[in-house]
């Protein structure tokens, strides 16, 4: 071979070799910066989760002055005859509404997936008003509806027989418990019975069951684990709620309002922490159930399984269509009394409309400023929420690097789903709070310190408030893409960063605006999680709504509520109108 012929040889393979070594270096830079993520991951929910949470413990077993006592404040708890009933309160509350909001929930599932009847969507929607409003609002409606001057009570103001359901108490509670968890009754139940398999039916059919026999034979056997979530999820959200019983439980106490009485009332932190621990104890029980209920469920879903298509039945679809538009009716009255509500001048003796008490004119709670507050920490919640979740999920779910962190990071991203708003609300003042720590005989400070009362920690506990939800979406998205692309990708030296951003990204971006939607709307709605951490100089309208009622502004607390109400169902509309374009844009995604 020629002098100049090797000479281009070694020429090439020196430069194939300094590309390899280019290539190699990046991939495992890029394994070092998952790593990084993952760490950093861990980091932020340890930050944010754990020491928190732990810091909640630490404080039930301290006085005030933070010296250790033990189970002294649990022994004070448990032999006090006020406090204990409380819990009691609490279950029956939980277990009642649970088997209303089921039981309704079911068949206003069943009329959604089953059946042909006319208006779907539009049930559907109705069914999901409740998602909007603050549990406040729920309260305040029963008042104008069953309180002492209300419509049913005062039977249209004479025009009819009256009736009194004494809404003050356990009523009123279950009552106001069941329209808050029956949305979620009702989305757990549909996605159920829309996963059955239609060759049971066909099997079943075609051995002359009777439809009685294959509702209780098929039917019930095959959304038992969605039945059984649904039954989870509505026990913790009535047995960890706080706005509606603080309207109209009257005297009839609840763990939660027990708590916002030990804290704000009394200023009795220690003893607020006890209630709080008790509080989560028996909702986090639910919770592990409810998470041994999914995997099995998973597990007992088949590949080969094919939908159900529901066929027209005349009978069938007239009953449940009466049922369903009855329920629905039912929501929407609700909702237009308190409209109604809001409107009226003096309630219920000048009955003129007007916006008089949208302006909100000397009433505590900041009003407008409020409002806006509100909106602002909905959005930044929106943003920065979205972001984390996602990126959690996609290092959890398409990394390899650090099998156990990622393990870890999934336990603690489906944790908060056990922790009720006042929990974290309350830990997060003991920790973000708190100066510093004795450890070993040496001060250390505190480095979050600065956090405490600012928007920013408003968000942050809105975006672990609402994290295991969210995260579980963007889980799913994920799931659904095939890992070729991050194989094909790395195998072309493609940076996962650029792979992440013009791939993942606009596949899963209907994932990612629900998961900004959710984020919005929860946050705006919510009271338990951020009542015990706004300040004076940062009014929220949930909690102007609770200052408002305390204050006897009932109409003006009503009127703030609408305007959440209404800003959470133009955020639902305009996601709704964006979201049919982008998912064909996804799916075209796919198929290139």
Known sequence: MPEGGLA???????????????????????????????????LWLGVVLVLPVLQLLVKSLADDQGGFVGLTHYVKYFNSPNLFVSLRNSLVVAVLTTLLSVGLGFGYAYALARTTIFGRGLLKGVAMMPLFAPTLLNGIALIYLFGRKGLVTT???????GVDIGVYGPVGIVIAETLYAFPQAVLILVIALKMTDARLYEAAQSLGASPLRIFFTVTLPGVRFGL????????????????APKVVGGNYSVLATDIYKQVIGQQNFSMGAVVSVVLLIPALLAFIADRLVQRRQVASFAARSVPLIPRPNPRRDVFFAFYCWLVGGAIVIFYLTALFASLVKVWPYQLELGLWHY??????????????????????????????????AYLIEKTRQLHGLRQLAYFLSLAPLALPGMVIGLAYIFFFNARGWE???????????????????LVLCN????????????????????????????SMGVPFTKTFVRVTVPVCLPAILEIGMYYFVNSMATVSAVIFLYSADLPLA??????????GDTAYACAMSMLIVAANILVRLMYGASTAGIRRRSQAWLTR
């Not at 039977?155 to 027989?161: A, V």
């Not at 709670?365 to 959690?392: C, D, E, H």
Request: glycine share 8%; aromatic share 16%; proline share 1%.
């Open 8 to 42: 281009t040889e070694a020429a090439t393979a020196s430069a194939r070799a300094r590309v390899d070594d280019g290539f190699w270096a990046r991939v495992d830079g890029e394994r070092w910066i998952k790593r990084l993520l993952i760490v950093a991951l861990c």
């Open 228 to 243: 059984m979530s649904a039954v989870f999820v509505c026990f913790i959200l009535s047995f960890t709620d706080f706005g």
């Open 439 to 457: 450890i070993a005989g040496v001060f250390v400070a505190n480095p979050f310190n600065w956090l405490y009362s600012t928007m920013a920690i």
């Open 359 to 392: 302006h909100f004119s000397g009433t505590g709670g900041g009003g407008y400023s409020a409002f806006f507050n509100s909106l602002r920490m909905s959005a930044y919640s929106a943003l920065w929420g979205t972001a984390i979740t996602f990126l959690a």
């Open 542 to 551: 949930s909690v102007a709504v609770a200052n408002m009622d305390d204050a």
């Open 155 to 161: 039977g249209l103001f004479g025009l009819l027989p």
């Open 463 to 490: 975006i672990v408030h609402f994290f295991s939800v969210s995260f579980l979406t963007a889980t799913t998205a994920l799931k659904q893409m095939d890992r070729e692309f991050e194989t094909v990708s790395a």
